[in-house]
């Protein structure tokens, strides 16, 4: 009787021919991510790498002498999908977007700013084009408001 009797010899994919490739067969390659820092930011920084990679959190802790969290993840390599970013919108959507909830509250613009991100002399044009097109009310000097 042959002591190899029942046992198979690791797989080597195919690479020797003793049998074709297979999915089943193949270890997808794995690397192991520490990501460490406030709160916010590893929650941040394991979403990012959620949206590209099949990531699972293996430890999490607080480091007692910095009080800030670590975070041990693995994440697999093969899933890997393309990172598209979302449409930059234009800045008559951006300040609509902003002004979404506050129909009919008066809004400064600094304030529009703050939340869109616009450069004053883009955002100053915009608010000028959204009043002429009667989709913002001029109410007072810096501040304006949503109609419909």
Not at 2 to 26: E, I, N
Not at 47 to 60: A, E, F, P, T, W
Not at 123 to 128: A, G, I, N, R, Y
Request: proline share 10%; glycine share 6%; aromatic share 6%.
């Amino acid at each position: 009787m042959d002591s190899t009797d029942g046992l198979q010899p690791p797989c080597d994919c195919g690479a020797l021919g003793d049998h074709p490739k297979t999915p089943a067969c193949y270890q997808p390659p794995v690397v192991e991510i520490e990501v460490s820092g406030g709160r916010l930011a590893c929650l941040e920084a394991i979403g990012l790498l959620r949206s590209n990679y099949r990531v699972d959190i293996k430890h999490r802790w607080q480091d007692p002498e910095t009080g800030k969290l670590v975070f041990k993840l693995t994440a697999d390599l093969v899933f890997v999908r393309p990172y598209f970013p979302p449409p930059t919108p234009t800045p008559e959507a951006a300040v609509m977007a902003s002004l979404a909830d506050a129909i009919g509250v008066p809004i400064r613009q600094d304030v529009i700013q703050a939340i869109t991100g616009l450069d004053e002399q883009t955002l100053t044009t915009t608010l000028s084009a959204l009043v002429a097109t009667d989709q913002l009310d001029h109410i007072a000097p810096d501040e304006y408001r949503r109609n419909q």
